[in-house]
């Protein structure tokens, strides 16, 4: 892929994975949460983490994925509160505030778009301090679907004015990557190193990046060029 950067107006970029280490949100749900809920119910941890892994997967790709309110409520527990536990596992990515600086120095609009919960924006914004570098923050839950919704794309432009054909859209997730290459968001970035405790491999559809670093020119063009993996 060639990145103009005189051809792109607006980047949108996921979160997870994506700006942040998601080695967070994998120690919560696969370990924090199940050694919890376990003890709450005195039954062994290997049994709560079968039990609470099916319970996850059925609500992949809906708004409830992420709602933390949903969550609390499903397993009596106070979901916000375990995130507080562990919050010195939240981290920004290598080169992201990199990045975002080069973004804002050629007057790009930059978008965080997340699936993530209003609570979980709070709690790692408050954590990273990058909420000023974006001309806005949309959560899913504003728009009322997740992004593995083809429609989600088209009803995210209420909230943003982008234009696809001039938007790139940084993103860990294939499907979502998927769902906004079939709205005709043009430049498609698959970050392969979305957590610092899983080896990265490339998407075999989209162009990868281990780093935004690799996004930046370096010898003042403003044109890139990419390997598709």
Same mark, same amino acid.
């Given at each position: 892929?060639?990145?103009?950067?005189?051809?792109?107006?607006?980047?949108? =970029?996921?979160?997870?994975?994506?700006?942040?280490?998601?080695?967070?949100?994998? #120690?919560?749900? =696969?370990? #924090? *949460? /199940?050694?919890? %809920?376990?003890?709450?119910?005195?039954?062994? *941890?290997?049994?709560?983490? &079968?039990?609470?892994?099916?319970?996850?997967?059925? &609500?992949?790709?809906?708004?409830?994925?992420?709602?933390?309110?949903?969550?609390? !409520?499903?397993?009596?527990?106070?979901? /916000?509160?375990?995130?507080?536990?562990?919050? #010195?596992?939240?981290? +920004?990515?290598?080169? +992201?505030?990199?990045?975002?600086?080069?973004?804002?120095?050629?007057?790009?609009?930059? %978008?965080?778009? $997340?699936?993530?919960?209003?609570? $979980?924006?709070?709690?790692?914004? @408050?954590?990273?301090?990058?909420?000023?570098?974006? $001309?806005?923050? +949309?959560?899913? #839950?504003?728009?009322?679907?997740?992004?593995?919704?083809? @429609?989600?794309? /088209?009803? =995210?432009?209420?909230?943003?004015?982008? !234009?696809?054909?001039?938007?790139?859209?940084? !993103?860990?997730?294939?499907?979502?990557?998927?769902?906004?290459?079939? %709205?005709?968001?043009?430049?498609?970035?698959?970050?392969?190193?979305?957590?610092?405790? +899983?080896?990265?491999? /490339?998407?075999?559809?989209?162009?990868?990046?281990? %780093?935004?670093?690799?996004?930046?020119?370096?010898?003042?063009?403003?044109?890139?060029?990419?390997? $598709?993996?």
């Amino acid at each position: 892929m060639i990145i103009d950067w005189n051809n792109i107006d607006t980047v949108l =970029l996921d979160m997870d994975g994506t700006l942040l280490d998601r080695h967070f949100d994998d #120690h919560f749900w =696969l370990e #924090h *949460v /199940p050694k919890t %809920y376990a003890a709450k119910h005195r039954m062994p *941890v290997a049994e709560a983490k &079968q039990l609470l892994h099916a319970m996850f997967n059925s &609500q992949e790709k809906t708004l409830n994925w992420t709602d933390l309110d949903y969550w609390s !409520e499903r397993l009596g527990l106070d979901i /916000p509160l375990l995130k507080r536990e562990v919050d #010195h596992l939240i981290a +920004v990515h290598p080169f +992201v505030v990199d990045f975002l600086l080069f973004l804002r120095h050629h007057e790009k609009d930059v %978008y965080l778009v $997340t699936n993530a919960h209003s609570k $979980t924006l709070d709690l790692k914004m @408050r954590k990273t301090r990058l909420g000023h570098y974006f $001309t806005g923050i +949309v959560s899913a #839950h504003d728009v009322g679907l997740p992004k593995e919704d083809e @429609r989600f794309w /088209p009803a =995210l432009r209420a909230d943003i004015p982008y !234009e696809p054909s001039r938007t790139l859209l940084g !993103e860990d997730s294939e499907t979502n990557l998927s769902t906004a290459a079939a %709205y005709g968001i043009a430049y498609l970035i698959y970050v392969s190193r979305f957590s610092s405790t +899983v080896v990265p491999a /490339p998407s075999p559809r989209f162009t990868s990046i281990h %780093y935004f670093s690799e996004l930046t020119p370096r010898n003042g063009s403003l044109i890139i060029e990419l390997n $598709t993996q």
